[in-house]
């Protein structure tokens, strides 16, 4: 039984240093309605090998970002990686094109178009030695505002709690810091931009933050517990916003966090997917698509996967070949693009392309351990097929 485990974890969790993903196993799982599962499929990548959408994946095992898909305009190689900083993490991009990432070292400005990085805006905030790997200091979850004026960074401070720092994207300089929860690995905005959920991964929590008045609250996430501490694998990862407003936070493929920013209220619905899970994202309708790493004790759950999760609760499982990390969506829906860089070891440096409505699943080799990623807007004269 997972319970059993996680009382393992905690015994253990004294022995980490800073746990984020450890310690095996997790409580006995919610029932939940059997789901219905795709059978993987090998694809095919079209003729030259590339996803059809221009994507920038953020490469967490090296200091550059790749760009892959259709040849830009100019006639430039199709892929082609720049040098950004010390193990990149997310990616945020503005309506003008410009691409905000989060590294060890700062966040990289990049100019998509002429594929350069045009500036490092360094953190206010003392994060300790230039390191990477998971535990890195420096930042992870980034987001920009609806209107493009500000972004805003989750930094990890090792051992101890995190900052939200806001830029300003005029000046291109720290203009507030926040406290937020420990190792921020999702930031996101709420759409109206009055709001900022940092999720805190060692904290068991978001921190919502006021934009106007810049007050905080702090909502416990943690739909099985906190027992374990450190040492526990049932923490929040990745949040979604869905379209009216809430946040959903997976948990282990059973248990799916629905959570009221406003009030605060956590509603806890079940899932099928029977896996540990990270990278989380939702679509215009608001179907949610999560990430499965794959089971924290191979004896009691499944493999890695794609989790497709209707408005009304249904879901697809897409099994997928190995871990993987977060996922975006091409402008139609049609596409989720997988990042198989995973934050613990089993990663894969490449992209996995999964088929929406059909699950049929296509692998590319693309990129450095490649985790955070954004689709980027097609050039005039290569038009997404």
Same mark, same amino acid.
């Given at each position: ?27 006995? &799982?919610?029932? #939940?309605?059997?789901?219905?599962? #795709?059978?993987?499929?090998? =694809? ?45 993490? =997310?990616?945020?991009?503005? %309506? ?11 966040? $990289?400005?990049?100019?998509?178009? &002429? ?12 994060? +300790? ?13 980034? $987001? *920009? ?16 709690? +995190? ?8 000046? %291109? ?8 929860? !420990? !190792? ?32 905080? !609250? ?15 694998? *049932?923490?929040?990862?990745?949040? $979604? ?5 809430? *946040?959903?936070?997976?948990?282990? +493929? ?7 920013? !406003? #009030?605060?209220?956590?509603? /806890? ?18 179907? *949610? ?24 609760? %249904? ?6 070949? +190995? ?20 934050? &613990?070891? =089993? ?20 990129? #450095? %351990?490649?985790?955070?990623? /954004? ?11």
């Amino acid at each position: 039984m997972r319970a059993a485990a996680v009382r393992v974890a905690a015994a253990l969790g004294a022995a980490l240093v800073v746990a984020g993903c450890a310690g095996p196993g997790s409580p006995a &799982r919610a029932d #939940s309605p059997a789901p219905t599962t #795709s059978a993987p499929s090998p =694809g095919a990548p079209d003729a030259v090998g590339l996803p059809r959408d221009r994507l920038l994946l953020a490469d967490f095992g090296s200091d550059t970002v790749t760009f892959t898909g259709p040849p830009p305009a100019d006639g430039g190689p199709a892929t082609a990686s720049v040098r950004v900083g010390t193990a990149p993490y =997310g990616i945020a991009l503005g %309506r003008d094109g410009t691409a905000w990432v989060s590294t060890a070292e700062g966040v $990289a400005v990049v100019d998509t178009v &002429r594929r350069v990085r045009t500036a490092l805006v360094p953190y206010a905030t003392a994060t +300790g030695p230039v390191t990477d790997g998971e535990y890195r200091g420096g930042g992870m979850g980034i $987001a *920009l505002s609806p209107d493009g004026s500000r972004v805003y960074v989750g930094v990890n401070v090792p051992g101890g709690s +995190g900052v939200l720092e806001v830029i300003d994207t005029g000046s %291109r300089e720290v203009v507030r810091t926040v406290p937020v929860g !420990r !190792r921020p690995f999702d930031v996101d905005v709420s759409r109206d931009g009055g709001q900022v959920y940092a999720t805190g991964h060692d904290s068991f929590d978001v921190t919502v933050v006021d934009t106007a008045a810049w007050g905080t !609250r702090r909502v416990e996430v943690a739909p099985y517990g906190t027992e374990g501490g450190l040492g526990s694998w *049932l923490k929040p990862h990745y949040a $979604a916003v869905r379209p009216d407003g809430r *946040l959903l936070l997976p948990f282990e +493929g059973e248990r799916l966090a629905v959570v009221d920013p !406003r #009030s605060g209220t956590v509603r /806890v619905e079940p899932m099928t997917a029977d896996t540990h899970q990270h990278g989380a994202s939702t679509g215009p309708d608001g179907t *949610l698509y999560v990430v499965g790493t794959g089971a924290v004790d191979p004896s009691d759950g499944r493999g890695p996967s794609l989790t497709v999760r209707r408005p009304d609760g %249904r879901e697809r499982v897409v099994p997928l070949e +190995g871990p993987h990390e977060d996922v975006v969506l091409s402008p139609d829906g049609r596409t989720a693009y997988v990042t198989g860089g995973f934050t &613990r070891d =089993g990663y894969w440096d490449g992209i996995s392309v999964v088929d929406a409505a059909g699950g049929g699943v296509t692998r590319i080799a693309v990129g #450095s %351990r490649p985790l955070g990623a /954004v689709v980027l807007p097609a050039p005039p004269s290569a038009p997404r097929g």
